[in-house]
């Protein structure tokens, strides 16, 4: 036999070993033993709790002080809802363009699965609904951005996402979601970097020190 047909026969022998290995894993080497690839049965599946009271959450993470952000609602004149949403204007539930005051708003955050309402109050017009219908501030609407975006949410709260004021150390104060994100189109779109500043005039442009690589494996010669 070549050594082409030997390499060959081995490969025909590698592809049949792990189809066998494959079936073994999905199926399991007993009636009774349950593979680490099959699939769960959903009608085992349990729904994850949500919190009764969405501040609940609060109580395992660092402190930090939020950025109230009702102040600058009420500085462009979208708060208090109320103001508009009174009793004389039940809310409407029925998916559709609007035409009047929020002609503006182009949701696309869920791609078509969100709703105003969605995250909206029907009950009290001015505050925000989580998933329970339990009440959320505006002030703290990354109770209700967390309730989906629950990585982000805790990076938020260790620091490792959004936006802190004033400084590093000290008091920890942190601005809320909707300071960056838009919340009805959350993706932030790309930006060109800033252009490197012009030398003032009187000063001399110095070329920047060029360091050698290190190289540790080379050793030094005595």
């Given at each position: 036999m070549t050594i082409q047909g030997k390499l060959l026969q081995t490969l025909i022998f590698g592809i049949c070993s792990l189809a066998?290995?494959?079936?073994?894993?999905?199926?399991?080497?007993?009636?009774?033993?349950?593979?680490?690839f099959q699939r769960s049965?959903?009608?085992?599946?349990?729904?994850a709790p949500q919190l009764d009271d969405p501040r609940t959450i609060l109580q395992n993470v660092p402190r930090f002080t939020i950025v109230k952000r009702i102040p600058y609602l009420e500085e462009i004149g979208?708060?208090?809802?109320?103001?508009?949403?009174?009793e004389d204007q039940p809310p409407n539930a029925n998916i559709r363009v609007l035409e009047e005051d929020h002609e503006d708003v182009n949701l696309v955050h869920g791609k078509g699965r969100f709703w105003c309402l969605t995250c909206h109050a029907t009950e009290n017009r001015d505050n925000l609904r989580s998933l329970k219908n339990q009440p959320i501030s505006f002030d703290d609407s990354y109770l209700l951005c967390g309730q989906c975006h629950f990585q982000r949410q805790k990076d938020f709260f260790e620091g490792g996402h959004g936006k802190?004021?004033?400084?590093?150390?000290?008091?920890?104060?942190?601005?809320?979601?909707?300071?960056c994100h838009n919340p009805h189109v959350p993706q932030i779109k790309p930006r060109k970097p800033v252009a490197i500043p012009k030398?003032?005039?009187?000063?001399?442009?110095?070329?920047?020190?060029?360091?050698p690589t290190p190289k540790p494996w080379v050793q030094k010669e005595d």
């Open positions: 066998l290995f494959s079936v073994n894993l999905v199926f399991g080497e007993a009636d009774n033993e349950k593979s680490l049965n959903p009608e085992e599946f349990k729904a979208y708060y208090p809802c109320t103001d508009c949403h009174g802190r004021k004033d400084h590093w150390q000290g008091e920890k104060i942190l601005y809320n979601c909707t300071e030398i003032r005039p009187g000063i001399k442009h110095s070329q920047p020190a060029i360091h």
